[in-house]
C-alpha cells in the first residue's frame, strides 16, 4: 500500500475483526510506523490466553490451527500482538460484544489496559449483552456509529497529532483537505452522521 500512489501514506488506517482484529493488532505493533489509526473488532491479542480460555469444544481445533498452549509456550508468545504492544503508536478504536464465546472479553481488556497504562489513546466499546458485535437496533452506539466518530476525530488532525493534543501548538490543529478528498462520512443520514 506504501507504493500505491493513489493512498496517502499520512492517512492509512486498519480495521478488522475476529481473525481480522488479530491482524490488525499484528500490523500496528509489528509496522507501527505506517498507521494513522487502527479499528479492532473483538480481535485476539494474546494466543496463551485465547487457548486457554477457548470453549472446550474449541480446544482440539485450536490447537491444531494455533498450537497447543503448553508444548508450543514459546512460539505463542513471540507471536501474540499483546507481547509487542508498546509499539502501538497509532490511536485506536476497540470493539467488543460483552459474552463474545469465540473471543472472550479478556482479549480486548488486555490490549486496552496495556495501552492505557502506556498512556497510548485507545477507546474501548463494549456492547452489553452482544455475543458479537454487528449490526442491531438494541446497540446504543452501533459500531458503524463508533467507526465514524473515531475516524472524523483521527483524521481530523496531522499525523501524530492526538499524542502532542495536550500543548496545543499549531501543528495540532486541523490540517486542510487534501484536493479530491470525499467527504461521504460527514453525510447526514436517517441514523445520524456516517
Not at 55 to 61: A, S
Not at 70 to 97: A, F, W, Y
Not at 111 to 130: H, K, N, S
Not at 170 to 179: E, F, L, M, V
Request: aromatic share 8%; glycine share 6%.
Amino acid at each position: 500500500m506504501t507504493k500505491q500512489p493513489d493512498f496517502d501514506r499520512k492517512r492509512l488506517a486498519v480495521y478488522g475483526g475476529s481473525y481480522g482484529g488479530f491482524a490488525t493488532l499484528t500490523c500496528v505493533t509489528r509496522l507501527p510506523e505506517l498507521w494513522r489509526c487502527a479499528v479492532n473488532v473483538f480481535g485476539v491479542a494474546n494466543l496463551i490466553t485465547m487457548l486457554e480460555n477457548a470453549q472446550p469444544n474449541w480446544r482440539r481445533f485450536l490447537a491444531r490451527w494455533i498450537g497447543d498452549a503448553e508444548r508450543d509456550r514459546e512460539k505463542l508468545v513471540e507471536r501474540s500482538p499483546i507481547t509487542h504492544i508498546e509499539n502501538v503508536r497509532c490511536p485506536m478504536l476497540i470493539l467488543q460484544g460483552e459474552n463474545d464465546p469465540r473471543v472472550p472479553k479478556e482479549e480486548s481488556d488486555q490490549v486496552v489496559g496495556r495501552l492505557r497504562a502506556l498512556g497510548r489513546r485507545v477507546e474501548y466499546v463494549v456492547y452489553p449483552g452482544e455475543v458479537t458485535v454487528s449490526r442491531s437496533a438494541r446497540m446504543p452506539r452501533t459500531p458503524t456509529a463508533a467507526w465514524s466518530t473515531f475516524s472524523r476525530k483521527s483524521f481530523s488532525r496531522p499525523s501524530g497529532a492526538w499524542c502532542r493534543a495536550a500543548r496545543r501548538s499549531p501543528s495540532t490543529r486541523s490540517s486542510p483537505r487534501p484536493a479530491g478528498c470525499r467527504t461521504s462520512h460527514r453525510r447526514r443520514t436517517p441514523l445520524g452522521p456516517r
